[in-house]
C-alpha cells in the first residue's frame, strides 16, 4: 500500500506542476514568458535557473511547464544558457523526488548529440537515479561511463566527490556478493577530495563492513580516523559565523563522528575492551542522536569493569531523561544488574519496581496515543511547520523516525495542493461571475443606445449634407446664396427697400399724384448692381470654402455609417460569452476531478500513517511487555534468591 501511495503521490507532482502552469496561463499573463521571442525566452529561462539555484524546486519546474506550454520546444532555442536546459529540468526533477522523471529526460538527453560536459553530466544525473531508485547493476553500468579525467573536467568538485562515492557503494555492494570484485576502498579514498565530506562515509562504510566481517582491529583502526577528528581552531574560535554552509558540514561531520564512537564502543564492548569501550563513550556528545545509546553503553562498560557505582551514575541519569526509547528502558534492567552485581539485591528490587512503574506509565500514554490519535491529528499536525519541536516524549521514537516523517511530508504536500485547488476554484467562480456581470452591463447599454436613438441621427446629418450640395449647384447661377450674414442682411435691407419703393410707386399711380424722382430707384439699382458684383467676385472663393466643408462632412458621414455599422452588428450579434463559460466549466470539472484524486491520496496517506503510527505503537508496547516481563522476572529471581538466602541463614543459625 505505501508503495501504491508513493507512486501515486510521484504522478499527483508530475500532473500538479503541468496542471497549475496550464490554468495559470489561461487566468493570468505569465510573467517572463509575454512571447516566445529569443529575448523573453532567455529571460525566462534564467528566472528558472534562479529559483533552481534557490533550491525553490517546485517554483522552478512549474515554470518550465509554463514555459514549455507557452512556448512548445522552447529549450532548444534557448540561448546562453551555462546549463543545459534539459539537464537542468532533469536535475530539478531528481532533486523534487520524480527519479522516474528524471531518468527519462536524461536518457533523451544522451540519445541526442551533446558535448562531453552534458554528456558527463547527464550520465552522473542518471546514475544517480538509478542509484536512489536502488536499481544498483543499472547505476554501476551508468556512473562507469564517467572516465576520472571527464568527472575531474566536466562536475563540480562536489558533484565529483559525490560520483567517487557512489562508485564506492555500488563497489562494496558488489564485494558482499563477490568479495575478489570491486575496488579496494583506499582506492576510492585517494581519489575523493581532502576535505570531503564523503571521505567520512566511505571510512565509515569501510570500517562498518570490516566489523561485520569479524576484523575487529581493522575496523577499529579504520573508525578510529573518524572518531579521533577534532574541529579546527579557527571553526571553534569562530563558530563558522562566517559561513552557514560550513556550519551545516561540521554538523553532519559531528554526527559522523559521534556514530563511529558509538560503534567503536560496541565493538569494544563485544571484546571485552571496557577501557577503550569508556573512552569511545566519552567522545559521543551529549547533545547528539546518539547519546541515549553511548550513555547505555558507557554503563556497560564500567560494569564490565566491575565499577559498579559508575555504571550505576550513567544509567541512573538516563532514567532521568524524559524520551521514551529503548536505551532508557534498558537502563532500569541494568541498574537492576548492577545493584544486584554490588551486592544490593534490595535496591535493585526497588530499581525494578521503579522500572515497572515507568513501563506501566509509557505504556497506559501509547494505549492512549493509540485510542485517540485520529485523521485530524496527523492534518493538524502537517499544517504546523513546527510540529517536530513539540513531540510528545512518549510518541518521539514512532515520530522522529525517518517513514513517519517522509508521510508527514508528503501528507504536507497534499494538503498544500488541496488549498491550491481550492483557490483555483475560487477564482473561476469569481470569472464566471465577472462574466454575468459583463453580459448583463453589454445588454444594457445596448438597450441605451437603441432608447437614445442614437442610429437616427446619421439621417438628420445626412440631410443637411444634401441641403449643403443643393446650396453650392445653386450658387453657380445665384452667387448671393454663398453670401456671409452681413451680405445677406444688406441684401435683406434691399430688397425691403425696394420692394417699399415699389409700393409707393404703386400707391401714388392710383391716387394720381406725381410719380417719385427716378433718382432714387436707379440708386437702389446700383446698389443690387454692387451687391451681385461683390457675390460674384467672391464666388471662386466662397465655393472652395463650402465645397470643403461638403467634402468634411461628406468623410464624417462615411466614418460614422461604417462604425454604425459595426455597432448594429454587435447589437444584432448576442454576446459570445458561451465559449468562455465553457471553457471555465471545463477547467471547473478538472479541478474536480484532481481535488478528488487528490482526496482519495490523501486518505491512502492517511491511513498509511494510522497504520504506520499504531504499528509503531504496538512495537513499542510489545518491547515495554517484554521490559516488564523480565523486570518482573528479575524480581522473582531475586525474592527467590533472598528467601533462599534467609533459608540458608536460620538454617545454618539452627545448627
Known sequence: MGKNVLCIMHKIKAIKTAWLAGLFMFCFPVQGVQSCEQNQLDKAYQEILYFYFQQDFYEALTRFEILNQKCPSSLEKVSNTGVDPLLLKGGISLAYGLEEQAA???????????????????WFLLGKALFQKQQYSQAQATLSKISLDSAQEYLSDYDKDQWIYLQSQLASLQSQVDPEQGL????????LSDDSIFRQYVLYNQGLAQLQQGQYNQSVQTLEQLATQQTSFFNDLLQGWWSPLQQIDQTEQDALRDRANLTIGYAHLKNQQALKALEAFNRVRLDSLDTDS????YGWAAAQREEYQTALSAWQRLQKVPRSNEYVMESYLASAYAFEQAFAPTQAVDNLQRGLNRFARESQFLRASLNTINDD??????????????????LSAVMLSKEFRNQMAWLSQSLDLSKQLAAWQSRLDTFSLMLDEREQVTLARAEELKQNDLLGRLAELTATRDALQQQLEQSKKSPQILANEQELEWQTRLERALAN???????????????LNPKYQQRLKRLQGVMVWNAADNLASRSWQAQKVLNDVNLAITKTTAQQGILVTRLNEPPKYQSQRQRIAQLQNELNAKRDANIAVQR????????????????QLAQLDNYKLQAQLAIVRLNDKAFRKAQADEQGAQR
Do not use: C
Open 104 to 122: 527519462d529526460i536524461f536518457n533523451q538527453l544522451l540519445s541526442q548529440v551533446a558535448d562531453d560536459k552534458t554528456q558527463t553530466q547527464a
Open 604 to 619: 491512502m496517506q492517511l491511513d498509511e500513517l494510522n497504520s504506520l503510527f499504531a504499528s509503531k505503537l504496538n512495537q
Open 377 to 394: 491529528f496527523f492534518t493538524q499536525l502537517a499544517v504546523n511547520e513546527d510540529w517536530s519541536e513539540e513531540i510528545p516524549a512518549h
Open 501 to 515: 419703393h415699389q409700393n409707393i410707386v404703386t400707391k401714388r399711380a392710383e391716387l394720381d399724384q406725381k410719380p
Open 294 to 297: 553511548a550513555i547505555l553503553g
Open 184 to 191: 579496494n576502498t583506499q582506492y576510492w579514498l585517494s581519489e
